[in-house]
């Protein structure tokens, strides 16, 4: 397939850059950080972005969605990451429909994808326990009985976790058996949600099961086959948080080119000094690598590609690196300036950290990348 | 070599030592919490912590060792390099907490002493030392980062008095500081070096404001500071006439090492120990394979660097100049300390992320923001290496 | 759009694919061993490394396919971009070679396409596509390197002819071929862009001579090229008098291209199945584990790259202008060839380090040592990264 | 302990400085090189060397040396990889002397160390067996019956070995048993050589030992008793050969700087650009750092230090990655002269590639760091 966008994800593109621009401008992410307010998005903003549809664009056609696949959402993502607009996208759209698309039975689907779809059902997932990126590690166990089951355990890092509605809750029945994937209201009697401040000014949070009750028709996937759905429902979420990062790399280093053409030290602009020059030129080449990444890896997920797990540790470990250096560069290129607040260059690093996090950072993916090609 | 024998270092030593254990209140003797607020920062409106804080400095002001390196008539101690050394370890064999921390100690009085006339030495060094006065520096400009020379406050000669206007940035603490040294332009139509001065100006004077300056990592010890038709006496002219830039760069390489943190590693945690804390080990080896490698090589640039500083102290005593060397530092320890603090953050996993509470310092998230500034305060890592390339390495200019 | 429709080209499949087939010598039909030596390179001197590569040029020639997308009046096919690509994968599929390898074709051609005289084309293509003269190119001189155009071989217009004086150097095959295309100075006097033209010059022709190169890889294709007196009569001269410097500019953004040797990555061997032949694996990791993270960094990086190229070609055909991306195609390319190799090295172990014998090829140190040479010619790396700056990013000069 | 020289210290570097400069410039080794002599040295510079006491520096003074310590040899060394000496140092001085006195006893040391020191006999430790760097991993065997020992096995990468008199061979009983270590004569009945030309145009070799005999007493160190003796020795050899590396990178270095200074182009010297300043600063940076871990390692090792192992490792990785680098911006910054056989600067890249894997590359000693630091 030509590494090119059609024209529905082209059009798509420009409708969301455009409304992002207008709506959602970096200056609202500081409102929002400055107004304390723990939803850490703007329902308003977010009704407006599921009336344009973003919510459904990779969501088929028979559960509510438009079907437009995840190239298609991939480029709302990159604009989200150019405007560093909060919302549940990530958490709701991305990982937890996909997920249900992946593993749910007719009737889940049927239930939830079209609310998620129109927005008004947002859904996270609680799977991480460790400080570490560990996907499959779940110590949360269930109890079945007569009753039904019962779930126990705490779960780090719930992305939009303080304002979901539902929760996808991995567990286990014992160490040795495998994943079950649980859809669990956020209300529901013993669930307890910790929310600190994170640096990004997004909200992730904590939360606690403790002995909270789910039906068998609550499962996804069936028992213990939780593991397969959800290791591809994160690659994908891996290479869509990619677009969104790619966005922001993007982003960071045109203003900071700009900059550098703007800002004069010893009576010449200081884009003139090779010295950045040649670093400018240099992460010019890596941002034209990581494009690449992220326009191939969104085509595999719609192909349905073989290779989607490489794909996706190649991106997210690659865009990682790239973001990380293009956010430092930035910083160090606007000096000083740079590093005060009422500058925006600096809400771009901050949310690049949390995103080089999220789904497994640099580290973990090289790492798996090399394991993935078996050695 | 100083003119002290061993004998007299001896009983200096014993003397020192019977001197502090008597007069260094018990209840200072544990660890700081918080720098800012448990130091004595000395001003006219001055803040002690604790009334023991104040004990404390006013003995050692009494004794001389408030600044034992300044001479005597200044209000220092008139201490011999060997004897400011063993006042130094036996101050560290109790922790002592310096009586006083003070930009006019270590910023302004090196300049006083070698640019000062003798009024000015004895009427502002003299407060410093009794902690009277809280200074802070004007250096920086909003136009002006790099090319501090490019500065545009300018003072107008107005016969009896320069008139100031103008904006400087970064002076720290200017919102509590008594008074501030600028360099301000006096001459507009030299070369821009050559225009320049060095000026003593009071923060109480008329016209003087300041805004204080939030960071990414929170609030911060920056402000600005605006002259709007500011008075200043001439007698506050520091040096000659346009000269300012002399002083200046005779400050900033002073600076450049302090800023350096030339041996701050030494008592720190090795990397690898956290390391493991944080990520534990799997079959003896870190269980991130990425982040073992990236810690190992860290510590192994860390220690080679720390080495160097040692060899190149040890290279001075023998006589050796360290010239520009300082801009080696600088870059060298700014950049280590950047990568560093990235470490932290891999290490810290998840909860690295967490935003934690402002000015409160150790929130691994903030203070990764903050080292971020090392690279472009004191003279940015690109203005190191230029200095390098030039002073060091002798490479052409344009 | 090419013109030819579907059916059209679907023929043209079925001919190429049977005329091949009939006339592609089975002799040849297994891989090339010796690039160089079982390749004809033409000249006026033929070598054929068989009578069957003779027998292979001959046939092509005749078809008009030794140089298929020229035009048919100056002995080239002249095929549609869409028949090319059909011969281009019909000759793939049966592993022909290609009929010849020759400068004049991938260097000069272009430039006498675009701005020789009619007269020109026809002697001088028409020459190479039949394989009769050897071509060599002389730009680059001994002082002058990046700085191209500051070189100072003269031609001095001597009313019937030029007097050519100077030395080139990287002229490859200068001691094989029969005539130089080559950048010389025409006006001393004009600025130094404005003074250049291109000329062709006779190998033979007095006062010519080579000296070959020996590189820290060992032998080289490349020479040094002296001119002492040598006349050259004045309708070599391509394009206009002085305009020089434009012709060479257009034919180094097509080597450019060249050189970066895009695509060449897809039908190699991946850099883990090496690792894991030459370290092996411990516990279904790699037995080196810093290795380990290098190469899959480095496939990493390659992978990037190679989809980058990708998604730009497929811009371009959608109408995207490439520009100056090919500077970052050359920079980025050559890097990673460079890494690869020392990669390469260090998978390689103690037999890596073995000195071979010359000029084979194959050999991972020489090999490693000549991978040096990509990031300089052509244009150096640095010089791309000026390009980058200032034609993509727009950055200021000086 | 100050991290300078002492004046004995210091006059020695003067010495061989000046020395080496006059009698053995790389020129010297270009015509080693084109000779094609296949003792890849100089039998009459080595006996000059020896004269002028280089070769017994660090042995005590009881055995015939000048009991000058290893800080001393590293000051040789360091001038011999200035001007690309080639000799016998490293293999039969720096390391099979080393190891003889680590692990000799009383009569082997009396009998072999002086030898040594006055030049004329050339010991060299033949122990590595695979492609890689694995000093403990012997496959050597040896058998024992009454009439003495008897071994067999083939050993790589023997430094000097063309034209040692002596091999110092590493052999273990069986696969559980320890190292045992032996004198072998080169002549000695079942020893063979082969040697292919390395890139540095030094000798080195493969050597077969087929059923070669030796008795009781050519053993170092006792039976099954070498593996620590010749891991020390190879951490002292680390150290000393990271001199002469430190010796090459700096005059590698001098030489480009130099070349920045002189070499014109668009009319200005090339070391205006900023884009190269920046790399030749950083350089500088990383050269200091250099210097200091082999001053402190060589002082380690002459303190007999606990850490010499991480001194050795650490010094081992950082002076081979910078090496590395040092020798390849060399080539880059020289340009296309840098590239030919006329220009000394290649010499030193090539002779940097073989010393960087010599006794463990950048790679072995970084996981190696790691290790011996727990982790």
Known sequence: MALVLNEEQQMLKTSAKEFLAENAPVEALRKLRDSKDPKGYDPALWSQMTELGFAGIAIPEEYGGMGFGYTGLGQVLEETGRTLTASPLISSVLLSATLINLAGNEHQKAALLPAIADGNLLVSVANEESNAHKPLAAETRFRKSSKGYS????????????????????????????????????GAKGVKIDQTPMMDSRNIVTVTFKSVKAAATDILGGEGKGAAPLEKALDIARIGLSAEMLGSMMEAYDR????????????????????????????????????SLVIKSLQAIDSDSKGLAVYASMTKAK????????????????????????????????????AQRTFGDSNYHLDRFATLNGF | MDTATATDLKTFRAETRAWLEANYPESLRKPVKNQEKEVYWGGRNPYFHTPDTKLWFDRMYEKGWAVPHWPTEYGGGGLSKQEQKVLREEMARLGCRPPIFSFGISMLGPALLKFGNEHQKMKYLNEITAGKVWWCQGYSEPGAGSDLAGLQTSAEDMGDHYLVNGQKVWTSYADSADMIFCLVRTDPEAPKHSGISFLLIDMEAEGVSTRPIKLISGKSPFCETFFDNVKVPKENLVGKLNQGWTIAKFLLTHERSMIGGVGDARKEVPLSQIAIKEVGLD???????????????????????????????????????????????????????????????ELGGYDALKWGEEYEGGKLARDMCRTKANSIEGGTSEVQLNIISKRILGLPGK
């Open chain 1, 151 to 186: 779930i126990t355990g705490t779960k780090k890092f719930v992305l939009e976790g303080g304002t979901a509605n539902k929760f996808i809750v991995s567990a286990k029945k014992n160490s040795k058996s495998g994943l079950t994937l649980f859809v669990v209201d956020a």
């Open chain 1, 256 to 291: 900071t080119i700009a900059y550098l053409k703007e800002r004069q030290q010893f009576g010449v602009p200081i884009g003139v000094f090779q010295g950045l020059q040649h670093r400018a030129a240099d992460m010019y080449c890596e941002i034209e690598n990581c494009k």
């Open chain 1, 319 to 354: 865009i990682s690196q790239e973001l990380k250096r293009v956010t430092n560069e930035a910083i160090q290129m606007y000096g000083g300036i740079g590093m005060t607040d009422d500058e925006e260059i600096g809400f771009f690093m901050k949310r690049a950290r949390v």
């Open chain 2, 283 to 345: 079959d003896g080896k870190l269980a991130d394979p990425v982040l073992r490698l990236k810690v190992a090589q860290w510590m192994m640039d860390g220690m080679s660097f720390k080495l160097a500083v040692e060899r190149i102290l040890d290279e001075a005593k023998k006589g050796q100049q360290m010239g520009a060397k300082s801009s080696y530092f600088k870059y060298y320890a700014t950049e280590l300390n950047k990568d560093k603090h990235e470490l932290m953050m």
